[in-house]
C-alpha cells in the first residue's frame, strides 16, 4: 500500500546531541511537512518542501533543519536537542494535483531527550 | 492570523450514541476547507471530513457529519452511532484555498472517550 513511512518510530538522545529523524514515502507526492506536536497539544508546522523548494515557518527555530534529497526522502535534523524538543514529531505529504490537496501522515516518531 | 479553537478538551460517551464536537475558527479569508482529523492512540492521523467553506450543504461521511455555519465560523463534527474505534483524539483544522502548499493550522484536539 501507498504510505508515508516515518523511522524511528522512538528516539531517544542526549541533550545537544545531534539526532536526524527520517520519512519516505511511495505516495510520488511533491509536498512534503514537519510538523512538531507536544504532548495534548496540535500539529505545529515546523516546515514544507515543495519540490525542491525549502520553505521555513517564521517561527521555527534555527535548531532545526530539513534536507530532502529527492522526492521520496525527507530529514529533519535537530542540531543540539534541548528538553524542550522532546516530542512527536509528524511527516505528512500532499499532492497539489490531487483534490483539496489533502495531506496523508506519516505515524510520527516520538523523541526524548535525556 | 487564522486561529482554530476547540472549547472541549476532553469528552466521553456510551457505545452507540451521538456526540458533537465543537470547534470554532478565525479568519479574514473569504475561501477555504476546514477538517476533521482523527489521531487514534498510537496511531497515525488520519481525515475524517472535510467541508469547502463555499459550499453551503454540510459534508457527509457515514456516521460523520459536519454543521458549517460560515457566518458563525462554527464547524462541528456530530459522530452518530459511536463506536470503541471511534475512540482518539480529535483535531479540527483550517487551510485557507491557495495554490501550493497546505498550511494547516489546528485546533488544540478533543479527547473523545467511547465507553462499552
Known amino acids: 500500500d501507498a504510505m508515508v513511512i516515518q523511522n524511528p518510530r522512538y528516539q531517544v538522545t542526549q541533550f545537544g546531541k545531534p539526532v536526524t529523524l527520517s520519512c519516505s514515502q511511495t505516495l510520488n507526492h511533491n509536498v512534503m511537512y514537519w510538523y512538531q506536536q507536544k504532548s495534548s497539544q496540535a500539529p505545529k508546522l515546523l516546515f514544507h518542501y515543495y519540490d525542491k523548494d525549502f520553505n521555513n515557518e517564521a517561527d521555527t527555530p534555527d535548531n532545526f533543519q530539513s534536507r530532502r534529497p529527492n522526492t521520496s526522502f525527507c530529514f529533519l535534523d535537530i542540531r543540539s536537542p534541548g528538553l524542550g524538543d522532546a516530542a512527536m514529531y509528524l511527516c505528512?505529504?500532499?499532492?497539489?494535483?490531487?483534490?483539496?490537496?489533502?495531506?496523508?501522515f506519516g505515524p510520527g516518531t516520538r523523541l526524548t531527550v535525556l | 492570523a487564522q486561529t482554530v479553537t476547540q472549547s472541549q478538551p476532553e469528552m466521553s460517551v456510551q457505545e452507540a450514541e451521538t456526540v458533537t464536537l465543537s470547534c470554532t475558527y478565525d479568519?479574514?479569508?473569504?475561501?477555504?476547507?476546514l477538517f476533521w482529523y482523527k489521531q487514534p492512540p498510537s496511531r497515525q492521523m488520519i481525515l475524517v471530513i472535510r467541508q469547502e467553506a463555499y459550499k453551503q450543504q454540510n459534508a457527509t461521511e457515514n456516521r460523520f457529519s459536519v454543521n458549517f455555519q460560515k457566518a458563525a465560523k462554527s464547524f462541528s463534527l456530530k459522530i452518530s452511532d459511536s463506536q470503541l474505534g471511534d475512540t482518539a483524539m480529535y483535531f479540527c483544522?483550517?487551510?485557507?484555498?491557495?495554490?501550493?502548499?497546505?498550511?494547516?493550522?489546528f485546533g488544540q484536539g478533543t479527547r473523545l472517550t467511547i465507553n462499552p
Open positions: 483544522a483550517f487551510t485557507p484555498l491557495i495554490q501550493g502548499a497546505q498550511k494547516l493550522v
Open positions: 505528512a505529504t500532499s499532492s497539489v494535483s490531487l483534490p483539496y490537496n489533502e495531506q496523508f
Open positions: 479568519t479574514s479569508e473569504n475561501n477555504y476547507y
